[in-house]
């Protein structure tokens, strides 16, 4: 067999036959589910009369074929394993098709298929092609009407999109349900669900006065589970009309849960489909993160419908212009519900480590990719995460009116079509008259730029000088880089006055903090009228994603993170000042001299507990530090075992030094109010339990006694879990044992409660971990089949740094082996899997020749184009 081959965004004709109306007949069967499709079609004005039709189709049984009421004959028809060729067909026809689809035995969670029994869909990117012959591209759009029949005890309830039009009862104890769409729609769109659900109802009126039923369909036992998710609805279709003016389009919009899911949610049209761990919540089995993902993900879900349905995708090479957009939308609806600087420090720290890692990586790719061969390998963190920082900076740019104005500009023009990045810019450009040429670059230029900046402070002349130079390293395709346009917010604190000073630039006034432009390679700004000398306060709020250098003092940071009047750079000004002591510990480590703790950290965070700093939640994001991950993506080549024991001495220092101070704190921030996920609670809680981690961290006795005390209370998920956690992870096995049996036990019934009992015992350090991933792969509780499950067990596996990388490889072999099986079972998630082994360039050589060797081993496998794809260009 040939390697598969990439397409690419250079090769896109518009489709020379569009589908303008689709009816759809399910005749629902485990093992013989037959659909029916009649499209109704039209051959493109511009396309030549002899073109062929081409339908993509996969996994297909065909059993009828037929134009215009007429069957095809054999002759006149050519199949393949991927497409339907038919020669010959007029400029207007009927084509109806019957086709023979197994959703029991797909294990891919493509297309049509059975989770729990319970049969749904999942069609983006190409699963349509799964469940009959179709042009699978989107845009190709049309009207749907769907006819579902199955059994009325197996399958009681029958959805698809739109609005239910037509129900009855049939022989043989079956029956069916017919529903429209009237919003024509490309058909990843398209959603099925039927089995044994029970719903729970709520209704939404829209600014114009309209009534929408709202319906969360899930299993009879999560019924008390959906409350938040509700109600998440409801305040995210309330802030899309505030926000961006958008009202939504039907009478009736439905969630359904199912609990084999490859993503965390789907978009279909009226029908959004959600992986159960994305929707369902109780305060005795999800945490204070579950509930906030929760909230987050029911709206990026809904703002989709504007962001991505009305307007959609031409090709899957825009797909940041629907993901890009709409993750900005959710995060900025997450900030104005919650609290908005800690939302923008955890967006800000999970991407400066995932993001810029895949950025640095061999799979490094641009915002709009150029080429693919699997394009369920690009739902990454750079189309999702780095293109939302593209649009928050085109907002940025324009200023919120001017970016509103061009939003509604873009719905308003584009609305129904099918349509490129350029085409959204475009509106901001013009609506704006802001030149966007350079900035375009962004979606090309893949990498992560990276900034160095140097200051100087004339004090004969009152002027600051600030010089910044850009560069972004070559990525695989791309050796050389053009400068980019690149938006810095920034401010200069004055470090006698503790205050912003006034920004003067080329005479003109700018106020205290203020957006520069950097577009050259190298510029040099010199602000005057600067009366003190300045600490430069840079790239606030993380106003481009760009990694910036400065030569910060360790006395610069501690006064930018009391005085810093930007909430994001006093922060960051924290993370540095952790960053320079753990460079030296690390450094410390690997000469073997002594470790001698920086009390300049000591002090800092002894101002930050004792301090009057009011907002608990940026508190408690304060006194966090760097994750092993970040610190790893901060070093030039990756000492697992010195970072690791870096942190954990900084974190036993801070322990020791402040260990009343953190007492106190536990102590103060304990509440028996019921549970609630409001901001104040959630901050409270949050900081309460890092008061806990360093009390575990040098496993004090009093420590100890409040994880004890605060796992038995069972008051909440957040605070159970994280005891549980901290007692695991701690050599307490005495008290730790007990405790995890006891949830084990407890939770069995609940998958989602097993998914975190998995993830907790196979995230501690201790050197047993291998071996518990191995026994846990045998827990009844446990599936290869379950992405979730997966997740929870061998993806946090691979996240445990000191365990994954152990020096003999076993925990790459075991990796590499689960990725050959479920390469077979289900390609999509295999292919994400594999991504810890394509980082080996990052690390010693002794690893990366292990590493190496399991890609190696990967790639003598028959593969899948997914896993094919990665491990190519891991290896390339
Ligand atoms: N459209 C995606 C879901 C999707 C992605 C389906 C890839 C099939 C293949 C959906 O809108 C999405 O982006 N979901 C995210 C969550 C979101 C909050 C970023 C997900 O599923 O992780
Ligand atoms: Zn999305």
């Not at 695991?728 to 989602?752: Q, T, Y």
């Not at 980082?839 to 020749?849: A, K, L, M, S, V």
Request: charged content about 25%.
């Amino acid at each position: 067999m040939s390697d598969p081959q990439p397409v690419y965004l250079s090769d896109y004709q518009p489709p020379a036959y569009q589908v303008t109306h689709t009816e759809l007949t399910f005749d629902l069967d485990p093992a013989a589910t037959r659909v029916k499709a009649r499209l109704q079609i039209e051959r493109h004005p511009s396309t030549d009369s002899q073109a062929p039709l081409v339908l993509n189709g996969e996994h297909l049984t065909l059993i009828s074929l037929a134009i215009d009421g007429s069957p095809v004959s054999d002759t006149a028809y050519q199949l393949t394993d991927e497409v339907l060729h038919i020669a010959d067909v007029p400029e207007t026809f009927i084509l109806e098709s019957e086709v023979e689809i197994s959703p029991s035995s797909n294990t891919a969670l493509e297309g049509l298929y059975q989770s729990n029994g319970i049969y749904c869909t999942q069609c983006e990117a190409e699963g349509f092609r799964r469940i009959t012959y179709y042009p699978d591209r989107p845009d190709v759009m049309a009207t749907f009407k769907v006819t579902v029949i199955g059994n009325a005890t197996s399958e009681p309830v029958l959805l698809a999109n739109g609005n239910p039009i037509d129900q009855g009862v049939l022989e043989n104890g079956r029956h069916f349900a017919t529903w429209e769409d009237p919003h024509p729609k490309p058909c990843y769109l398209f959603a099925l669900v039927a089995g044994n659900l029970h719903k729970v109802e709520d209704s939404f009126e829209t600014v114009s006065g309209r009534n929408v039923a709202l319906q969360l369909w899930v299993e009879q036992e999560n019924l008390d589970k959906t409350e938040h998710a509700m109600a998440s609805l409801k305040r995210a279709m309330a802030w899309d009309e505030q926000t961006y003016g958008r009202e939504y389009d039907l009478d009736l919009f439905m969630i359904v849960a199912v609990n084999d899911f490859n993503m965390g949610a789907m978009e279909n049209k009226g029908l959004n489909i959600f992986n159960s761990a994305a929707v369902l919540t109780h305060p005795s089995t999800a945490t204070d993160a579950a509930f906030q993902n929760v909230e987050g993900i029911v709206a990026h879900e809904y703002f989709h419908n504007w962001s991505g349905n009305r307007v959609t995708c031409r090709d899957w090479f825009q797909l940041s212009l629907k993901e890009g957009f709409t993750v900005f939308r959710d995060q900025c609806f997450s900030a104005d519900t919650n609290s908005a600087p800690v939302k923008r420090i955890q967006d800000v720290s999970f991407f400066r480590t995932a993001q810029f890692a895949e950025d640095a990586g061999p799979t490094a790719h641009p915002i709009r990719p150029d080429h693919f061969i699997e394009i369920t390998n690009f739902y990454t963190l750079t189309i999702y995460e780095k293109g939302a920082e593209v649009v928050r900076m085109l907002r940025n740019l324009l200023g919120w009116e001017d970016f509103r104005r061009g939003s509604d500009l873009y719905f308003e023009r584009f609305d129904g079509q099918a349509v490129t990045i350029e085409d959204f810019v475009g509106c901001m450009a013009e609506v704006s008259d802001v030149d966007l040429g350079q900035f375009m670059r962004w979606y090309s230029q893949a990498g992560t730029p990276e900034i160095d900046a140097h200051g100087e402070y004339d004090y004969a002349h009152g002027e600051y000088h600030l010089t910044l130079r850009q560069r972004t390293p070559a990525t695989p395709g791309q050796a050389d880089k053009l400068p980019l346009h690149i938006p810095i917010r920034m401010g200069l604190v004055g470090t006698k006055s503790g205050q912003d000073l006034t920004l003067t630039l080329s005479g003109e006034k700018l106020g205290s903090d203020a957006v520069i432009h950097l577009t050259e390679d190298e510029q040099r700004f010199v602000f005057s009228d600067v009366a003190e000398a300045p600490v430069p306060s840079l790239l606030r709020d993380f106003s481009a994603p760009v990694k910036l250098h400065f030569p910060y003092s360790r006395e610069d940071l501690a006064f930018l993170l009391t005085h810093d009047s930007d909430g994001f750079n006093r922060w960051d000004a924290g993370q540095r000042l952790a960053m320079l002591a753990l460079d030296d510990l690390i450094a410390a480590h690997r000469n073997g001299v002594e470790k001698v703790m920086d009390s300049r950290v000591v002090e800092a965070f002894r101002v930050l507990l004792t301090g009057s700093m009011s907002d608990k939640a940026v508190l408690a994001e304060m006194l966090t530090l760097p994750s092993e991950a970040y610190i790893a993506e901060q070093q030039p080549i990756v000492d697992v075992d010195a970072i690791h024991a870096a942190r954990e001495f900084v974190r036993q220092s801070l322990a020791v030094a402040l260990r009343d101070e953190f007492v106190a704190v536990y102590k103060a921030n304990q509440s028996d109010d019921p549970y609630a996920p409001t901001p104040e609670q959630i901050a409270q809680r949050s900081l309460k339990n890092v008061a806990l981690t360093y009390l575990m961290a040098i496993e004090d006795e009093e420590g100890v006694a409040f994880c004890e005390t605060q796992f038995a209370a069972e008051h909440n998920m957040t605070d159970v879990r994280h005891a549980l956690t901290l007692l695991v992870h701690s050599n307490r096995d005495d008290i730790a044992s007990p405790a995890l049996k006891a949830f084990g036990e407890k939770w069995a019934h609940d998958p989602l409660v097993m998914d975190q009992w998995f993830t907790i015992q196979v995230s501690r350090p201790q050197s047993d971990v291998l071996e518990r991933v191995q026994y846990l792969m045998q827990h009844p509780a446990f599936s290869i089949k379950n992405p979730n499950k997966v997740r929870a067990l061998i993806g946090a596996f691979a996240q445990n740094r000191i365990n994954f990388h152990r020096l003999d490889g076993k925990g790459y072999t075991l990796l590499a082996d689960v990725v050959i099986e479920l390469n077979r079972l289900n390609p999509e998630i295999a292919a994400r899997l594999v991504t810890p082994l394509t980082r080996w360039q990052r690390f010693d050589e002794e690893r990366q020749q292990l590493m190496r060797d399991e890609l190696v081993r990967i790639k003598q496998e028959p593969l899948s184009s997914n896993v094919f794809e990665v491990v190519e260009k891991a290896l390339a």
